[in-house]
């Protein structure tokens, strides 16, 4: 069946380094994956879209790779600020399914210490 | 954000009682989810939408049952509510491209289920 696994419960990191989140996923070749944020509380909410031919896919200091031999994608944050302290989730459709249906991985804690 | 309200926001009731939570949207969107988020286990879609009327199972939909009459509001039941329902419970909504492509999706601000 259809897995997906973001390798790390927590991440701590010093302000201002690069942090990355790994996603990884099995048995099937999406065409796409996306990532979320959630914060305490609250909803999640969108970050970026990467299709399968995308290598790589930027936003302000996010940046979003797709390897899709390895099947995993990583998540960096540059420079990284305490206010980015959340957890992080990636998504992928569903295989085989319709709608839109995504299949969510369990979240990366991130905090950043100041 | 986008318009998407959740109601109750809150809530504790007891074992074997029926429970509806209600979704609202203002975006017209046409897809809409039901999610439920446990710890350890992370967001786990119960059922979703594709448009009026037309409804259809996700992963985790044993207990729970769905309507959907207008295009903003779909609703959620749990018609005899169990401890294992104690849950955060999210609503999202999403919109697709001609191209086949799907948008992203938009949460609400979430419910949080206490069954006693």
């Known amino acids: 069946s259809q897995k997906i696994e973001q390798n790390s419960e927590a991440l701590n990191i010093q302000e201002g380094k690069t942090a990355t989140l790994t996603c990884n996923y099995t048995?099937?070749?999406?065409?796409?994956l996306q990532w979320y944020r959630q914060d305490p509380g609250r909803g999640p909410v969108f970050l970026l879209l990467i299709r399968e031919n995308e290598k790589e896919k930027r936003k302000e200091r996010l940046k979003v790779t797709f390897d899709t031999t390895l099947k995993q994608s990583l998540f960096h944050i540059t420079a990284s600020q305490p206010a980015d302290s959340a957890t992080y989730l990636c998504?992928?459709?569903?295989?085989?399914?319709?709608?839109?249906?995504?299949?969510f991985g369990k979240g990366t804690k991130l905090s950043v210490k100041p | 954000d986008a318009g998407i309200t959740q109601s109750p926001r809150h809530k504790v009731t007891e074992t074997g009682t029926p429970v509806t939570l209600r979704c609202h949207q203002t975006?017209?969107?046409?897809?809409m989810y039901w999610y439920r988020q446990d710890p350890g286990h992370g967001l786990r879609l119960i059922h979703y939408s594709y448009g009026v009327k037309d409804t259809d199972k996700g992963e985790v939909s044993d207990g729970y049952s769905v309507s959907r009459s207008k295009t903003e509001d779909f609703l959620l039941t749990l018609e005899s509510a169990t401890s294992s329902q104690t849950s955060v419970y999210f609503c999202?909504?999403?919109?697709?491209?001609?191209?086949?492509?799907?948008?992203?999706?938009?949460f609400g601000p979430g419910t949080r289920l206490t069954v006693l």
């Open positions: 998504a992928l459709p569903v295989y085989g399914g319709s709608q839109g249906n995504l299949i």
């Open positions: 975006e017209n969107h046409r897809y």
């Open positions: 999202a909504i999403s919109e697709s491209r001609a191209s086949g492509d799907y948008n992203e999706q938009f």
């Open positions: 048995n099937y070749s999406p065409a796409y």
